[in-house]
């Protein structure tokens, strides 16, 4: 599919590949708009995308998890200024790490 | 726990007990800084030494300078790096080597140096982001910012051992609770050890300042990106140098940066995608 008409949330079908075949992503990666920037950057026009991709859905969260995380992390960042936009946004990304890691 | 139990003179006076860098190292360094030097003679003092040959090939082909092929001679791999990058190369792979089988106690060797090597990627990640001229040299200052806590934890282990108890019990910082015990701290001691080595002072100076980042008139860049640069590292807690709990973030450091928090998951996926790789070139057979 042409890289125009890729949308995030799609599921790639094969490896994306530099020109001496090392894989830049693998197959069965969900796209994300960073992935179709990096694309583009790469001067990659046309990649192979699942056609029975599953719709991009958030996985439902246990609430009690999410908040276990949310303690675990809360502690990590308890000597540090959490209010600081740029910590708040690290403290997101290991949020968001923690979860996709469970 | 007492003020300044052990002097920072003692400290001092203890650095020549470490491993010294490698004669090889010297001898390279000699070759770089001589006018007449070419890469080939260069390339045949790396080759005397064959265990620092294969481990320097082994990091030229990893992901740190992302080569596009395969390459299997030092001559080969010095020329496609630079002169620049090759003082860089030589000299971390001289650091790593020389530490690499002392015994640390409180923390892994590997996770030691992993936290070095991912605070190394993501100051030159951040440098590059900036569009600074060279930032390759950001990794050699990432790199060696925390080799302070090394010599802690080699020439002090007991004291340290108190120092991480205290820090696990949340009563400070490490590097502040080290000043409680030590009347220094890591910071300090790693830009000494970088001096003795003759390291260029910039270098010295970002291992010195990164947790005192003062005003932007005072602080060089180096400071800020290695600031910000653990920072970062230390709340995705890839490796750890003994810090458990993310340090404070400096907010004049974060501005000299002139990124937005919306740049930093590209900067974490970069570091976390390079660091597993380089650690492994670093550290394995």
New interface residues.
């Given amino acids: 599919m042409r890289l125009d008409d890729i949308t995030t949330g799609m599921l790639l079908a094969k490896d994306v590949c530099d020109p ?1 075949g090392n894989p830049l992503i693998r197959a069965g990666t969900i796209v994300t708009g ?1 992935h179709i920037r990096a694309l583009k950057s790469w001067g990659i026009g046309e990649i192979a995308i699942q056609s029975d991709a599953p719709p991009p859905a958030m996985a439902p969260r246990d609430p009690a998890e999410l908040a276990e995380l949310k303690a675990m992390l809360d ?7 959490p209010e ?8 997101d ?2 949020l968001e ?1 923690a979860l996709s890691q469970r | 726990m007492s003020a300044s139990e052990i002097p920072k003179q003692q400290i001092l006076e203890r650095l020549g007990e470490l491993p010294s860098l490698p004669s090889v190292y010297h001898r390279a360094r000699e070759a770089m800084d001589d006018p007449n030097g070419s890469v080939e003679t260069l390339a045949q003092i790396i080759g005397s030494d064959p265990a620092m040959a294969s481990r320097l090939l082994r990091v030229a082909n990893s992901a740190l300078y992302g080569l596009p092929a395969k390459v299997d001679s030092v001559w080969r791999a010095l020329t496609i790096i630079g002169m620049g990058e090759t003082r860089s190369l030589i000299l971390s792979t001289a650091v790593v080597t020389a530490f690499r089988d002392m015994p640390l106690g409180a923390v892994s060797m590997r996770s030691f140096w992993e936290h070095s090597i991912a605070c190394g990627i993501a100051a030159r990640t951040l440098a590059r982001r900036m569009s600074l001229d060279n930032p390759e040299r950001l990794y050699l200052v990432g790199l060696l910012h925390d080799i302070g806590r090394l010599c802690l934890f080699i020439l002090e282990p007991a004291a340290m051992s108190t120092v991480l108890q205290a820090h696990r019990e949340r009563q400070g910082q490490l590097h502040e609770i080290e000043r409680q015990i030590f009347s220094t701290d890591h910071a300090e001691i790693g830009a000494a050890l970088l001096a003795r080595w003759s390291i260029p002072p910039a270098y010295c100076t970002a291992a010195q300042a990164h947790h005192d980042v003062m005003s932007p008139e005072s602080t060089t860049v180096e400071t800020a990106l290695t600031h910000v640069a653990d920072i970062i590292v230390n709340s995705l807690r890839i490796g750890t140098s003994g810090s458990r709990w993310v340090p404070v973030l400096d907010d004049t450091a974060w501005r000299m940066t002139r990124l937005a928090p919306s740049d930093l998951p590209d900067i974490v996926e970069t570091t976390i995608g390079t660091t597993r790789d380089v650690t492994s070139a670093f550290l394995e057979q």
């Fill in positions: 001496n960073r502690v990590q960042f308890s000597l540090s200024n600081h936009p740029a910590m708040r946004a690290l403290y990304i290991c790490r």
